[in-house]
Structures are given as structure tokens and as C-alpha cells.
């Protein structure tokens, strides 16, 4: 749980104008979230996370391992950019997660970067090199009813293919990313001439076309993590020529652990939404923060968290209040 004060403080972004929420202040609780794992044999097991905030089944899957390939069936933390869904929320540094990644989970149809699909990774055999590859329903919808759907309601006609790489190619040093293409549109709209970033037949509607690539260095007491995302947008055609919108964001963190109980952090992200499409909606944005652990021995999982975020337009501005102030106490066991 936490407490928030200050402007644009939603946690989930308004699409079309990231600059336009109102001030707003007071207590949260996030996550209430319980985990758990029941084996049937050493290979194969049934993995559920609930939260019972959202009263929502985060996560429900099942789990098979076929010597360096594990699959998974169910709803589960898909592909997609590192600091999103590549990252647990108790596991991450500042308390959420940087600006575009957030974009990304609205364009990408996923909630709270989860979604129902399948999903086979490899891992190498001296454990270096890490690969997935996900096919995900792409609408934030539990599909259960029969094809075609009723007119009325929304179409259901999407898939969501993602890829991902991790290589470690030094003990200190990771290098990875992703590519996903998501096509959510009728099946009638499948023909016809299209832009050339639309390959293939079930690309040729996407409404998402992204890719993202991470650098992670980890040298005793010093962690660095950068990140770039692009991503093409079709929910927000251009105004000029009627194709798809460019969303891009980079971020660069570092954090440095003090001592076993204080640490601290820094990151800097650069956000274009629109690609032009609303004015002075550019943003660049500042976390600076703090990271106490009272008793890391007897209660490795009780963390405390302070951080500011100062958030600048366009040139550098700062017309309307973007500043946030986060204090969150967080506990796992």
C-alpha cells in the first residue's frame, strides 16, 4: 500500500491526452496478491496468482517442462517490453513502471500486462541465452463464445504474436528485446493494399506493430537498466495521411545499493505519445528516489519506497502540474 499526491497521477494513461488528468492525493493499495504452485510431477504444474484488490485471476496457467523447453497455457505475464511485463511488480526498482511501457499495455490490449495465450521458451544450455514466443488473445478478453460473434458485440477477431531474446553476455551484462505484431481487426479487412511495415496475412490490420530493446548491467553494488520502445499505432491514425501514428520512449535508471537496508535510484524517460498528433504532449520525466529495507535479514520481502517524479512538456516546460510525490510500503512472503 502507499500514498500519492500531485498532478497526472493516474496509473493507467489517458491515450489520448497524457497530460490532461487532474490533481489528486490520498492512500492506495495496489496488489493484495496471492501466489501459489501445485506440482503434479518435477516437469509439469499449475501456476494462479489472484488479486484480490482488482478481484481479478492475475494469473492462471499451466506449466510444462520438456528438457530446455518450458510452455505455459493459460493467463499468464506475456511478451513485451523488459520494464512491463518483463518485470513482476514486487520486483521492480520505482514503483511503476516507466511511462511508454504503460502506453504499450493499453494500445497492446493486455491488463496489467497479462493476457490468455500460449507461450514456448528455450533456455540455453549453460542458462545464457533465453527466448519466448507467445501467440495471446490481443483483446483483454476471456474468448469463450462461439464464432462469429453477435453484432453487437466487440470484435473478437485478434491474435497477438510476440518474440523475445535474453542474452547474457557477461556475468555482469544483458542484452534483450522483443517484436510483436497484434491484428484486432474484421476478418474482411485482411485484403487489400496496405503499408509495408503491415507484412504477411495476419498482419496486414494490425492495429499494433512494436518492438523494444533493453540493455541491464549488474556490477556489485551498481545496477544500470536502459530501454528503447517504438511502436505503430492504428487506433490513432495521422491527421495528414491516415497511417498509423509513431509512439517511441527511452529510459535509463540506475540504482545504487548503499547498504544492505538503504538504496537509492534515478531515472530519466523520454515520452512521445502521438508522434504529433496532439501539441506539447512530448514528455520528459525525472524519478528520483529512495528504497529503505528495516530488517532485510528476518524480512527480506518488507521494503519501503520513496520517489518524485517531475515531469517537463515540450522545450522543457512546465505548463500544467506534472509532479508526483509516491511513499509505498510493500510485503511479500
Given at each position: ?90 520486483e521492480r526498482t520505482a ?214 517524479v517531475r515531469s517537463l ?21
Amino acid at each position: 500500500m502507499g500514498y500519492t499526491d500531485g498532478q497526472n497521477g493516474s496509473a493507467w494513461p489517458n491515450a489520448t491526452d497524457p497530460l490532461s488528468n487532474s490533481s489528486r492525493a490520498g492512500f492506495y493499495i495496489s496488489q493484495l496478491r496471492l501466489n501459489g504452485e501445485l506440482p503434479f510431477d518435477s516437469t509439469f504444474s499449475a501456476v494462479f496468482a489472484a488479486n484480490f484488490i482488482a478481484m481479478d485471476p492475475a494469473e492462471a496457467y499451466l506449466r510444462k517442462r520438456f528438457g530446455l523447453y518450458t510452455f505455459k497455457l493459460g493467463k499468464f505475464r506475456v511478451v513485451g517490453p523488459k520494464s512491463g511485463p518483463g518485470t513482476d511488480e514486487f520486483e521492480r526498482t520505482a514503483i511503476t513502471a516507466p511511462r511508454y511501457s504503460r502506453y504499450w499495455a493499453s494500445y497492446a490490449q493486455t491488463l496489467n500486462f497479462r493476457d490468455f495465450g500460449v507461450q514456448a521458451e528455450r533456455t540455453g544450455e549453460d542458462g545464457s541465452v533465453h527466448q519466448a514466443f507467445c501467440v495471446r488473445n490481443g483483446t483483454q478478453q476471456n474468448i469463450i463464445n462461439d464464432e462469429p460473434s453477435f453484432p453487437q458485440s466487440a470484435p473478437t477477431q485478434a491474435l497477438a504474436f510476440a518474440y523475445a531474446l535474453d542474452w547474457r553476455v557477461s556475468p555482469f551484462t544483458v542484452l534483450g528485446g522483443h517484436v510483436e505484431a497484434v491484428a484486432n481487426h474484421q476478418w474482411d479487412e485482411f485484403v487489400g493494399n496496405h503499408d509495408g511495415w503491415q507484412v504477411g496475412y495476419w498482419f496486414k490490420s494490425n492495429a499494433i506493430v512494436d518492438a523494444s530493446v533493453y540493455h541491464q548491467m549488474d556490477f556489485t553494488k551498481v545496477h544500470l537498466f536502459n530501454e528503447a520502445l517504438l511502436l505503430y499505432n492504428r487506433l490513432l491514425p495521422s491527421p495528414t495521411d491516415g497511417k498509423a501514428t509513431q509512439l517511441w520512449g527511452v529510459s535509463s535508471m540506475i540504482r545504487v545499493d548503499h547498504s544492505e537496508r538503504w538504496g537509492y535510484f534515478f531515472r530519466y524517460e523520454f515520452l512521445d505519445p502521438s508522434d504529433g498528433f496532439f501539441p506539447n504532449d512530448n514528455l520528459h520525466m525525472f524519478t528520483g528516489g529512495v528504497i529503505y529495507k528495516p530488517s532485510p535479514q528476518a524480512y527480506p520481502g518488507l521494503k519501503v519506497t520513496g520517489e518524485y517524479v517531475r515531469s517537463l512538456e515540450e522545450s522543457l516546460r512546465n505548463r500544467m502540474g506534472n509532479d508526483n510525490l509516491y511513499v509505498q510500503l510493500q510485503m511479500t512472503y
